[in-house]
């Protein structure tokens, strides 16, 4: 009683609202999640139950393995590639000599500035116009173009992360490397760079995320992801709902291992806090 | 031929030699004219108020502040000529700051050997060997594969001791040490400080322990407004100041 009380008179305009206590809180959120879940899970299983046609699920599943064994390739390799990049585009960033400053800036406002599918029209069909027609050497060009352009697109994006790590290390900690003797090389290597990537890391992961999610607009450069197979099969059969779920469990078998692997990496990186 | 000549002046130089120094933060003058020299191993103690220039003038000396004119000099070489290889520099001036540094994923080992392994390429065994030695020395011999955050205060600022002296220095920086630490850890520090200056260290102190300043400094320097006001052994400085600035601190800090 005695407690209510006190409460209630720390909180009077909350209690003219109607959200006096905790509780009351707390009893309007399990309301509102269980409503949200049960619907969810409702349309799920009607989806499941009246409109997946499982003949043709069974028999398109290898087509999607497909895609996804495609998908997985240019997502690993641009990933690697582009964590790699933005490394040096973070390091561009926090430099104080001003030429690589500018040039990491304005690459980073050109990538970030402008959209992918655009980037990937610059690469996918204005590269090749340079050559006259016929003579343009690579083979498989709409694979080239894809890690080319989601690895300088998200070069970018793990760049602005890479430098926000960076500035979020205490200065004191370059200084001491620094007054010990090392070379400023050194100092970033091995002192700033490991607790910059810390920092960074749920910020490049989440980016990571994104880039597997934009595989999806390789459909405009005839690259066979994962929604151009679920637009084949929508047209021939008229059955959206089949391939769509098909595309959820593609699209999560790649981004939930990948999320948890950002989560291991990030608790491998928390240094001796009491566990 | 000049090796033998460096050994030679080296215990009359002093080891570091401030000479007309000026610093400006912009337009602030944080130090003016500073002429000051600290004979090898001698301890010599930095007090003031804050915002004095005490700090700027201890980082002043391996070059984590430029100064504007002047000269500073370490075993008679000028470190403020254009020319010269600052870590090299570095290497001879041991610095411990207020907020310790520990590089936090680094082992207490690993921080104490990483410098000596990667700048002089000392053999890692060799640097682990030394590095235990060190640690026991500050009292830490069984905290060597504990990281900074298992680590008090007081812990991580005698592993940042081990971790300068592990360079070797001709000199130590102490840089308001205890500043940042609980009370009943200051002790502990103090004490290898105290220990350090008994096997001849030469040492530049920035401190508020004026008790420390009095029983191990060998002379003490109180600066004001970017200015060294008053300096001489403890005993007269801080029983017969001759200066009213000085007067006026000791009063308020007593």
């Given amino acids: ?12 305009a909350a ?65 690697v590639l582009a964590v ?53 050497p690579v083979g498989n060009w709409s694979f080239a173009t894809a ?12 760049g602005e992360a890479v430098k926000g790590g960076i500035n979020a290390v205490p200065a004191g900690q370059m200084e001491a490397a620094r007054s010990l003797g090392m070379s400023y090389v050194d100092s970033m290597r091995e002192i700033i760079l490991p607790q910059a990537w810390r920092n960074a890391l749920a910020a490049i992961g989440n980016d990571q995320v994104i880039l597997v999610k934009d595989t999806s607009l390789l459909t405009v450069i005839a690259f066979p992801e994962i929604l151009t197979v679920f637009r084949e099969i929508n047209s021939n059969q008229f059955d959206p709902w089949t391939p769509i779920v098909l595309v959820a469990i593609t699209y999560l078998a790649i981004t939930l291992p990948l999320m948890r692997l950002v989560q291991y990496l990030e608790d491998r990186a928390e240094w001796g806090t009491q566990g | ?79 403020t000529d254009p020319e010269v290889d600052v870590n090299r520099l570095r290497q001879r001036v041991g610095m411990v700051f207020q907020h310790f540094n520990l590089f936090p994923h680094k082992t207490a080992l690993e921080n104490v050997t990483l410098a000596p392994v990667r700048v002089r390429g000392v053999p890692k065994n060799e640097a682990e060997q030394k590095a235990e030695d060190l640690l026991a020395e500050v009292g830490l011999g069984d905290q060597a594969d504990s990281y900074p955050a298992e680590l008090s205060g007081g812990q991580q600022q005698r592993v940042a001791i081990a971790r300068a002296l592990a360079m070797d220095p001709s000199v130590m920086l102490f840089d308001e040490v205890t500043s940042a630490l609980d009370p009943e850890l200051v002790g502990e520090v103090l004490g290898v400080m105290r220990n350090l200056a008994e096997e001849g260290m030469t040492m530049l102190v920035v401190t508020h322990e004026m008790g420390f300043a009095r029983e191990v400094g060998d002379r003490v320097v109180l600066m004001s407004e970017g200015r060294i006001v008053e300096t001489g052994p403890p005993a007269d400085l801080f ?14 800090v007593k």
Avoid at chain 1, 30 to 39: E, Q
Avoid at chain 1, 149 to 158: E, F, G, R
Avoid at chain 2, 242 to 252: E, H, N
Wanted: charged share 25%; aromatic share 10%; net charge negative.
């Fill in chain 2, 239 to 252: 029983d017969s100041p001759k200066t009213d600035r000085a007067k006026q601190f000791l009063t308020r």
């Fill in chain 1, 84 to 136: 790699t990049a933005g490394v040096f585009v973070g390091l561009g960033r926090v430099s104080r000599t001003s030429v690589t400053h500018a040039i990491a800036t304005a690459y980073v406002q050109f990538f970030r500035g402008t959209p992918l599918l655009f980037q990937l029209f610059i690469i996918y069909l204005g590269i090749p116009s340079l050559w006259p027609p016929g003579e343009f």
């Fill in chain 1, 147 to 158: 890690v080319i352009a989601l690895t300088l697109n998200h070069a970018a994006y793990v």
């Fill in chain 1, 15 to 79: 209690a003219r609202d109607g959200l006096v206590t905790d509780e009351r809180v707390k009893w309007a959120g399990v309301a509102v999640s269980v409503a949200f879940t049960l619907a969810i899970v409702g349309f799920i299983a009607l989806v499941l139950l009246e409109y997946v046609d499982y003949g043709l699920l069974f028999a398109v599943v290898p087509r999607f393995v497909e895609a996804f064994v495609r998908v997985l390739r240019v997502v690993v390799i641009s990933s």
């Fill in chain 2, 1 to 79: 031929m000049s090796d033998g000549d460096v050994q030679e002046t080296r215990t009359d130089t002093p080891e570091v030699e401030f000479e007309k120094v000026n610093k400006y933060f912009g337009e602030t003058h944080v130090l003016k004219d500073i002429d000051l020299a600290v004979e090898n191993r001698e301890v010599v103690v930095v007090i003031g108020p804050s915002g004095s220039g005490k700090s700027t003038l201890l980082r002043c000396v391996n070059r984590l502040e430029e100064i504007q004119s002047g000269e500073i000099r370490i075993a008679g070489e000028s470190i």
């Fill in chain 1, 1 to 12: 009683m005695g407690e209510t009380d006190t409460r209630k008179r720390g909180g009077e």
